[in-house]
């Protein structure tokens, strides 16, 4: 059957379900849309897939609330009643948060993704670290104004390769409640993991990251 | 348990999602309101355990009652082991975060004998004495289920009671036992003194071993089990239940997480129609019952709403025996299969037609093709009631590779009874035969070495010794001209000494956990110069459980317990 409708559904991650993975997490969907009983398309060929795409991978643990998934549809659906009926097949700490209509044909928003943003909390990383000392909102200003002086900032990225990362920080704010917003460009789809970024921005071991929160907020197109 | 507590763990351990408790069909019941606390338990990683049916079956019959809930726990992992124990904070069960000590009854599944390291682990991370007669009421009631249990006698002393057979039925007079009981007694002594653990012996099925004393022969050979006192059984008949009516879960846990079996289970039938004689699952699960075509597809499609899964096993010890097989796939498809749902058949019989079903369902891409011939000689097969012929099983192969497989998985067992060079090299020449016939076709070759298991025709026979059975794997890694895993053979001997060993091993058990065993069955942590160790400190030779042959009249440490129905029929 062809496609007649596309739709894009945005949904928060938030809570335990933090730690379910990407692919794990595209498993759960399908089994929630199949469950939700909504017409959703099919693959051709010999093991036929659920025609759709997720937004790019979000590192394990992160909380997130941009995530989206576009979806191909054999029948047209009704919006608003398609929400609840999703949710209610949805586990704990994922939230549909808005589902609108697509042009049937048309670039997937992925390939349109040029920033990320994301809120980076630190309040319980100062609560129960094991960093010394009592940190203040003016030295973690201090420390990031040193890193964003800097004209290069090499990481090891996940393939184990040294990347210049510094022009891909847009920017980096201290705001209130301990929270850092920081923007990232996405180049060619590689989204450089946030939290290598935090860990050389603060100077402390990954184990002391366990207890700062990230969160997704947004993507941009610019 | 906090759940902000776990929530400071969880950043620190590998797969963090095995820990979480929110798979989709979870059951959260009100804990105060449940009269009987029942948590299960999986003895190794959760991966591995929520792909077990029974489980599933169990978890669905105890949370229906309104009286009882039922939660789960699977052996952590080494990571959070150690956070666990540093932190001071006692094993707790998925659900509701509870330590394991405040349920009143633990329930095991023993699937295999490596895993008895891991029930002892698991009580221990619970703060829970390790022996039965070290605990007193404040306990939970310890019990174990499943294959195992078909020789419980290594665990005797740290397990209150087994079960043999199917659990569906007596569960639940278990749990009825333990509220008659709970209520009678005072809340300090609430589920032990000997009385409770009378009254549950008298349940069919179950099996109390501290009602039990063993008496030795100065060879070390069981003189007699005694019962102490009036009013427990002689002997134990294991517990079949009905398939037509039995319960089956209709909304079956989803993991969120990925897992060793992750489709939905479909128990088409228990039991096996054939009696190759050197297999226990068939003794274990038979007598051989089909569960109704009508009652499957009721479930099936029930359930494929409920779990929302796009694939279902037909799970059996042998599917396509099912009666009717073409049919009910037929049928099946049709009810499904456009809804993009497959089909998957595991344990395949290497025969004609097994293959044409495998076939029809077409799942070429997806998973390969596995055989178990087991024997590489007909007459080899033949004596172990493998009942297949050289020339069939090429056929089946060639029409295998006609159909577009490339790679199949082959199972061979050696040391099997009466093997000769010969059967060995009729290994060789029939995978041999079969590649010049299809140069392009590729073969997973499985070596095992075979282990005489209680209840069944060879339970008296020796195990072949190691150092040869070494050889012959080896021999065959060589030779064979295909991808060979063996397994380790020094960890069939171990399952050997503990699936036919008595109840003096238990201090074995316990020494090689204190030594640091666990996780046995897995290749990288099973140690077993510290299992050798674990014997010698003991002082029990394990050789004497391996390697001798018994006499008929001999008393078996499994001899009170029926799995069979008919005695006599045993040794048919």
């Known amino acids: 059957m062809n496609s007649v409708q596309r739709v ?3 949904y928060s991650k938030k809570g335990p379900i933090r730690y379910i993975g990407h692919l794990d997490l595209i ?21 036929p897939r659920i025609k759709c795409s997720f937004s790019p991978a979000l590192p394990l643990g992160f909380a997130s609330e941009a995530e989206y998934i576009e979806l191909y549809l054999d029948k047209k659906i009704d919006i608003s009643s398609s929400i609840g009926n999703l949710q209610k097949e949805l586990p704990q700490g994922l939230t549909v948060r808005d589902m609108e209509k697509l042009p049937l044909f048309g670039k997937s928003n992925n390939v349109k993704i040029k920033t990320v943003t994301y809120r980076i909390n630190l309040q319980q990383f100062f609560g129960k670290s094991t960093v010394p000392g009592q940190a203040s909102k003016e030295d973690i200003e201090g420390k990031i104004r040193n890193f964003l002086d800097k004209e290069e900032i090499f990481l090891i990225n996940k393939k184990g390769r040294r990347v210049n990362i510094r022009p891909l920080i847009l920017s980096i704010e201290m705001e209130k409640d301990w929270n850092i917003r920081l923007l990232l460009k996405v180049r060619g789809g590689f989204n450089f993991n946030p939290r290598i970024i935090i860990k050389t921005l603060l100077g402390v071991e990954k184990k002391d990251l366990a207890f700062v929160e990230f969160t997704r907020e947004k993507f941009l197109f610019w | 348990m906090e759940k902000t507590v776990l929530e400071d763990i969880l950043p620190f351990v590998s797969k963090p999602g095995r820990y979480l408790g929110n798979e989709w069909n979870v059951i959260h019941k009100d804990w105060e309101r449940a009269q009987v606390k029942v948590v299960l338990c999986y003895p190794d990683i959760y991966e591995l355990g929520m792909s077990n049916l029974g489980l599933q079956i169990l978890y669905s019959i105890i949370n229906q009652r309104q009286d009882s809930l039922a939660e789960r726990v699977y052996a952590p992992g ?56 070290n605990r007193n009421g404040k306990f939970p009631l310890i019990i174990a289920g499943g294959p195992s249990v078909s020789n419980p006698e290594p665990l005797a002393d740290f397990i209150d009671a087994f079960v043999l057979g199917d659990g569906e039925e007596v569960i639940e007079e278990i ?23 009378k009254a549950l012996a008298k349940i069919p099925g179950v099996y ?3 009602l039990y004393e063993v008496n030795y022969k100065e060879d070390g050979t069981i003189q007699r089990m005694e019962r102490k006192g009036d009013g427990i059984p002689e002997r134990i008949d294991k517990r079949v239940v009905d398939l037509e009516t039995s319960h089956y879960p209709l909304a079956p846990l989803v993991p969120l997480i990925d897992i060793s079996q992750n489709r939905l289970n479909l128990e088409i039938q228990r039991g096996c129609p054939h009696s190759c004689r050197f297999c226990q699952s068939q003794v274990v699960y038979g007598p051989c019952r089909v569960r109704p075509k009508k009652r499957l597809l009721e479930i099936a499609e029930v359930s494929l709403k409920s779990t929302g899964y796009d694939e279902m096993s037909l799970t059996s010890l042998s599917s396509t025996d099912y009666p009717g097989i073409e049919e009910f796939i037929g049928e099946f498809l049709d009810c499904f299969g456009k809804n993009h749902t497959s089909i998957s058949l595991p344990s395949l019989r290497p025969d004609k037609f097994s293959l044409a079903l495998a076939i029809r369902i077409r799942k070429i891409r997806k ?95 020796p195990m072949e010794k190691l150092t040869e059975l070494r050889r012959k794997k080896d021999y065959l890694s060589r030779r064979l001209p295909a991808q060979v895993k063996g397994h380790i053979v020094e960890s069939s ?5 503990f699936s036919r060993g008595d109840r003096r091993l238990g201090m074995v058990l316990e020494k090689a956990w204190e030594m640091g065993c666990k996780f046995d069955q897995w290749k990288e942590h099973f140690r077993f110069p510290v299992w050798q160790e674990a014997f010698s400190k003991c002082s029990i030779d394990p050789d004497f459980y391996v390697y001798r042959k018994r006499d008929s009249e001999e008393i078996l440490p499994w001899s009170h317990l029926e799995f069979w129905g008919h005695p006599n029929s045993r040794m048919a």
């Open chain 2, 493 to 497: 001997f171990l399952e050997a000494v």
């Open chain 1, 27 to 47: 498993h759960t969907f399908f089994r929630a849309l199949k469950r939700a009983n909504l017409p959703v398309s099919y693959t051709q060929g010999f093991n």
């Open chain 2, 78 to 133: 080494l990571d959070i082991e150690e956070i666990l124990k540093d932190r001071g904070i006692p094993l707790f069960s998925l659900e509701s975060k509870k330590p394991l000590k405040d349920f009143d009854i633990i329930g095991f599944t023993l699937q295999h004998e490596l895993s008895y390291t891991n029930v002892l682990n698991i009580l221990n991370l619970a703060n829970i004495p390790l022996r039965s007669r």
């Open chain 2, 367 to 461: 998973t390969g093709l596995t055989f178990a011939p087991e024997a590489g000689s007909e007459r080899l097969r033949k004596l172990i009631g493998k009942k297949i012929s050289d020339e069939e099983f090429a056929s089946t192969i060639s029409q295998a590779y006609n159909a577009g497989w490339r790679l199949v998985k082959l199972y061979f067992m050696i040391g099997l009874p009466t093997e000769e060079e010969e059967d060995i090299e009729a290994i060789i020449r029939l995978v041999k035969e079969l590649k010049k016939r299809h140069k392009n076709l590729n073969f997973n070759i499985t070596i095992a070495p075979f282990v005489p298991k209680p209840h069944t025709s060879f339970q008296l026979l």
């Open chain 2, 175 to 197: 749990i009825e036992t333990y509220k008659k009981w709970s209520s009678r007694l005072q809340s300090a002594f609430r589920n032990k003194g000997n009385g409770f653990l």
């Open chain 2, 208 to 210: 109390v071993p501290s």
């Open chain 1, 8 to 10: 894009r559904i945005e």
